[in-house]
């Protein structure tokens, strides 16, 4: 595997159930971001880690739950998800998020419905 | 507020024509620029970035973009579209603020045979 992969690449799920979106980067990357992507929007940031620490939350809500357990993996978990949740949740990473010239890679991204 | 401006939501050219895709961004101070593509269903791929360095940027697939300090822009040009070219590009700032970038809201591009 190279560059960035996340599974699964589509979900389905019901408002009451719990499922964990997982992406992994083989770059040797130290910083890992969560976005979600949805219709007519623009891409909005949600979580930021940098070597495993949580360093921006932007302000999403408790339904969704981030882990980092090392550089190279992050979760998202999910319940009690709204129908307003389903879009396309793009994982991305960088070496880290020192300066401003690091660009990101981004997986492929993950296509929730919520029913 | 920093923000960043991506003029047209879509742009239609015919295979061979040129391509313009304009970004303008908010300018509190130097910032890094990005383009991004996204092709259909699939994530984000780099095509250039800028980062103080040359004004004119290459990129991959034939692209290019020009910082202009005096007009806050980052347009992106190619002189000969392709059919392959057909996806939704995105500009991004980033002003050095713990990895955050900013992204455009986007601009579908279809190229017509």
Redo the contacts between chains.
Sequence with gaps: ETG?T?TPRHLVMGMTNKKSLKCEQHLGHN?M?WYKQSAK???E?MF?Y?FKEQ??NNSVPSRFSPECPNSSHLFLHLHTLQPEDSALY?C?S?Q??A???????????T?LTVT | AQSVTQLDSHVSVSEGTPVLLRCNYSSSYS??L?W?VQHP??????LL?Y?SAATLVKGINGFEAEFKKSETSFHLTKPSAHMSDAAEY?CVV????????I????TELSVKP
Aim: aromatic content about 14%; charged content about 15%; hydrophobic content about 30%.
């Design positions: 960035v996340q910083a971001y929007k623009p891409l940031l930021v940098n360093t921006e793009l991305a960088s880290d998020i300066g401003g010239s690091s660009e990101q890679y981004f997986g492929p991204g296509r | 910032p890094s990005f991004y269903n699939k994530g984000l791929q780099l970035k980062t995105f980033s002003y050095n603020q713990g990895g955050k970038l992204f455009g809201q986007g």
